[in-house]
């Protein structure tokens, strides 16, 4: 099973504030690697998806890159709502996600 | 507007066997490929299996044993049905569209496991 690991597991930052969050998986997945945003209470949203596209409707304050099994999705200006957990996922081999990363207000 | 839907029982007891259904509406369930995935309380995502319109389907190694993912193409509608069910599968239980990156969602459905 290819593990993902997310850090870090807390990001507290202001609104306005770059946020780089990192995922590394156990072995390489290429690019089949994507990135969700999930709000309490909420089902996950896609955001990026081929390590790197992002998803139907996803502002461009959203970006993804990464191959093999380093990534990073940054979100350029912290908006109010996005504040959330994000959870990171393969599907290289089979599927699995990684723990999350809370970003939260400072 | 593709929407899914989850319904089941929010109980069901220990040993016995969890069962919940998805319906899609908005675009035919042959068109693509379907998923269920958890989140247990407070915890992560844990993605369960994918089917085909077909019947082929394909589960997570860790659940394989006790997983049965099935769709009705009649109703539009994907089922998943888990047996010997402990505490340990309490959760929140989601379909999704896609068996790369899951693209929609349905809202959830909580299911506890006790007696």
């Known amino acids: 099973e290819i593990v993902l690991t997310q850090s870090p597991g807390t990001l507290s930052l202001s609104p306005g504030e770059r946020a780089t969050l990192s995922c590394r998986a156990s072995?390489?997945?290429?690019?089949?690697f994507a990135w969700y945003q999930q709000k309490p209470g909420q089902a996950p949203r896609l955001l990026i998806y081929g390590a790197s596209s992002r998803a139907t409707g996803i502002p461009d304050r959203f970006s993804g890159s990464g191959s093999g099994t380093d990534f990073t999705l940054t979100i350029s200006r912290l908006e109010p709502e996005d504040f959330a957990v994000y959870y990171c996922?393969?599907?290289?081999?089979?599927?699995?996600f990684g723990q999350g990363t809370k970003v939260e207000i400072k | 507007q593709v929407q899914l839907q989850e319904s089941g029982p929010g109980l069901v007891k220990p040993s016995e066997t969890l069962s919940l259904t998805c319906t899609v509406s908005g675009v035919s369930i042959s068109s693509y490929y379907w998923s269920w995935i958890r989140q247990a309380p407070g915890k992560g995502l844990e993605w369960i299996g994918y089917?085909?319109?077909?019947?082929?389907?394909t589960y997570n190694p860790s659940l394989k044993s006790r997983v049965t993912i099935s769709v009705d193409t009649s109703k539009n509608q994907f089922s998943l049905k888990l047996s010997s069910v402990t505490a340990a599968d309490t959760a929140v239980y989601f379909c999704?569209?896609?068996?790369?990156?899951?693209?929609?969602w349905g809202q959830g459905t909580m299911v506890s496991v006790s007696s």
């Open positions: 999704a569209r896609g068996s790369t990156a899951f693209d929609l």
């Open positions: 089917v085909y319109y077909s019947g082929s389907a």
């Open positions: 996922q393969q599907y290289g081999s089979l599927r699995t």
């Open positions: 072995q390489s997945v290429s690019s089949y």
